[in-house]
């Protein structure tokens, strides 16, 4: 057993700091998936399946607020990682404070526009629900909007921990927020009547706490080289972030919509108790998402340092190893996919009504991601995204108008909504595929190495 554990903490620093966060994030993301689990059906007893809907089509409504970060964070994360590489700590500390100076100037401004402007929007219509819902689904986006505001300025916090290769430590952010907001919906549950504004309380406020919290304590200590401090903000940092940054700006712009609009448009084609549905088998099927997911975030950092240090012999061996994690995860997919009747009869019982049909649809999605996820993952690391700046634009322009084309002239509703999300996927997979091959191999040039 020695000689096996030996075995697996061998390597370089970089293979063994990669295996650390994949064990850690193991451990933490294990109690997340039961949160999470657990979370569903008491949030369904807290609200019916129409109201859980709603909740679920107003939570990706805010996501869509977070690419007007322009991509700092996510250039903070490798421009940060190079600085660490180099053991330049005077530079991070500008990177670090400089990010959260834009942030704070982006997203504070946004947050009071954004206040004056939900009660104007009718948003009933919007959502194709009752009337009688919109005064309280108003006040719910309002907290929902000074929640997410605030936990977008805060979260700089999570680059700046994986730009350190920790990042197991910044998955425990979330679980413990989770686990939070799982002990105030109990209480609702027992003390309030159904309430999409407390659940947006209950829901929203918990992680904005926890990295609030964490922030103190990890740049008091253990990230005190590059704590943000305001003598070190510079703009002259702005153009380096907002370079990098601008193309993930891009990139995100098509994450919203090719993923977060997807409850928007289901709830607009079929219904929110679609919402629910699709969700449902989301968060089943995503349990072995999240599993590969964990494997592949110490990968972004990792690869930064590799490509810094032209270490093409590492990152070769380390993308044949991963293809065969994929292969193991789509059993895992393809398996949980024709045993998903009995769970949902033992986890959820009837309180959304499930069918077949979604789950397949869904599986076939998460089967595409995952291979996209992986080629994207060593891409970024590497930060040569001017083709996905390029490629991404083809979700942007196609998702919606596709949706609409499947979902409500072949008559397909929500099921036509993730087809074309798994279509999209295909065509991302073929490009970055082709990328990340030339880049290990050494034979990328032009827009393929940029």
């Known amino acids: 057993m020695c000689n096996i554990i030996d075995k697996f903490f061998s390597g370089n620093q970089r293979s063994i700091a990669v ?20 979370l569903v059906p008491l949030t369904l007893g807290y609200v019916n399946a129409e109201l859980y809907g709603i909740w679920l089509t107003l939570s990706s409504i805010m996501v869509w607020l ?13 421009k940060l ?42 948003w009933s219509s919007f959502l194709n629900v009752s009337i009688i819902y919109n005064p309280d689904i108003t006040r ?10 605030l936990q977008m300025i805060v979260n700089v916090l999570t680059s700046v921990i994986s730009a350190y290769q920790k990042v197991a430590l910044a998955s425990t952010f979330p679980v413990v927020g989770n686990i939070l907001s799982l002990g105030v919906i109990w209480l609702l549950t027992k003390l309030c009547p159904p309430s999409l504004p407390w659940l947006a309380v209950a829901i929203s406020a918990m992680p904005v706490i926890v990295v609030s919290v964490a922030s103190f304590i990890l740049y008091g200590k253990r990230f005190g080289r590059v704590s943000p401090s305001l003598k070190h903000i510079s703009t002259g940092y702005v153009k380096e972030l907002f370079g990098l940054g601008a193309r993930f700006f891009i990139i995100q712009i098509q994450v919203v919509v090719l993923y977060q609009s997807t409850n928007i448009l289901i709830s607009n084609l ?22 590969y997911a964990i494997m592949l975030a110490p ?58 049909p979604m789950t397949v649809c869904v599986c076939i999605y998460m089967l595409v991601h995952n291979w996209d996820s992986l080629q994207v993952n060593m891409i970024n690391g590497v930060g040569s995204i001017k083709l996905q700046t390029y490629v991404t634009l083809i979700g942007l322009i196609l998702h919606i108008p596709l949706s609409f084309l499947l979902g409500r002239y072949f008559a397909m509703g929500a099921l036509g909504v993730i087809l074309s999300m798994s279509v999209i996927n295909c065509i991302y997979s073929t490009f970055f595929t082709i990328q990340i091959n030339k880049i290990i191999n050494q034979k990328a040039k032009g827009i393929w190495i940029r």
């Open 66 to 78: 977070g690419f007007f970060d322009v991509g700092f964070t996510l250039g903070l994360k490798n």
């Open 270 to 291: 079929s219904g929110p108790e679609e919402v629910t549905s699709y969700n449902i088998a989301y968060k089943y099927l995503g349990v072995a998402m999240m599993i």
């Open 299 to 356: 990968l972004w950092p990792a690869f930064t340092d590799a490509y810094a240090k032209r270490d093409f012999t590492w990152m070769k061996k380390v993308y044949v190893k991963f293809c065969k994690v994929y292969v193991l995860s789509a059993v895992a997919l393809i398996f949980m996919c024709i045993v998903s009747p009995v769970v949902y009869h033992l986890w959820i019982g009837e309180k959304a009504g499930m069918s077949m």
């Open 19 to 38: 295996k650390k966060n994949i064990l850690g994030a193991f451990a933490v993301k294990g109690i997340s998936i039961t949160v999470s689990l657990v």
């Open 140 to 149: 719910a986006i309002r907290l929902l909007v000074l929640f997410f505001c």
């Open 81 to 122: 990682a190079e600085a660490i590489a180099l053991s330049d700590w005077m530079r991070g500390k500008a990177l670090v404070s400089t990010t959260y100076f834009m942030m704070i100037i982006i997203f504070i401004p946004l947050c009071i526009l954004l206040e004056l402007l939900v009660p104007l929007v009718n």
